[in-house]
């Protein structure tokens, strides 16, 4: 049973236009969440991350939210890019689970 | 950000070949990991050390080995490669400490003809 879903698999945007990829997790424990990007036949590139006693966390263009009732969180990228075209991991660990990712949503950002 | 590195990038072997995947970290993190990957899935761990001779198997059952005799290197052995061991493999470090964050090397590409 996955514990970290991200329940679409791709997402187109203009450029310029905001790029929500959203995330849902089951684990209660989970209190660390984590997003990656990854570019074909590279490793995931670390994004953001956002403890569960925050709801949101910034850093440029990247914001995550986090809505521990609903066990969901959203990264936000505005603008959007086409060099933000990749794939998306949404990953979150706790308690003793190690890091549990999703399966990833790929954005393409057309010009 | 650490510097992590994979050799090799992409390999074509037959079946019944004994491989070993090399990664390397130079930040000195005493954690590291393997995962695997096939395109559209997530990421599985297959396999942890949390320092000099730790090993710990991770929640996909395989049939790969590794070693940690040195911090900074953590290979990954497939005794006799099968077509189901055709994946990419990511080797990821992180600091000792709680909730760090994994860095990622760049990955190897495995076929297994």
């Known amino acids: 049973d996955q514990q970290v879903k991200q329940n679409s698999p791709s997402l187109s945007v203009q450029e310029g236009r905001i790029s929500i990829l959203n995330c849902d997790y089951t684990?209660?424990?989970?209190?660390?969440f984590l997003w990656y990007k990854k570019y074909p036949a590279e490793g995931p590139t670390f994004l953001i991350s956002?403890?569960?006693?925050?709801d949101k966390n910034e850093d440029g263009r990247f914001t995550v939210f986090l809505n521990k009732s609903a066990k969901h969180l959203s990264l936000h990228i505005v603008p959007s890019q086409p060099g933000d075209s990749a794939v998306y991991f949404c990953?979150?660990?706790?308690?003793?689970?190690?890091?549990?990712f999703g399966k990833g949503t790929r954005l393409s950002v057309i010009a | 950000e650490a510097d992590i590195y994979q050799t090799p990038r992409y390999l074509v072997i037959g079946t019944g070949k004994k491989i070993t995947l090399e990664c390397s970290q130079t930040?000195?993190?005493?954690?590291m990991y393997w995962y695997q990957q096939d395109p559209g899935m997530e990421l599985h761990l297959i396999h942890y050390?949390?320092?000099?001779?730790?090993?710990e198997k991770g929640d996909l059952s395989s049939e790969s080995t590794v070693s940690r005799i040195r911090t900074e290197h953590f290979p990954l052995t497939l005794e006799s490669a099968r077509p189901s061991h055709t994946s990419q493999y990511l080797c990821?470090?992180?600091?000792?400490?709680?909730?760090?964050?994994?860095?990622f090397g760049p990955g190897t590409r495995l076929l297994v003809l």
């Open positions: 990821a470090s992180s600091e000792r400490g709680f909730r760090e964050t994994q860095y």
């Open positions: 050390s949390y320092g000099v001779n730790s090993t």
């Open positions: 684990n209660s424990m989970f209190d660390y």
């Open positions: 956002i403890s569960s006693i925050k």
């Open positions: 990953a979150a660990e706790g308690g003793n689970t190690p890091l549990v």
């Open positions: 930040m000195g993190h005493d954690k």
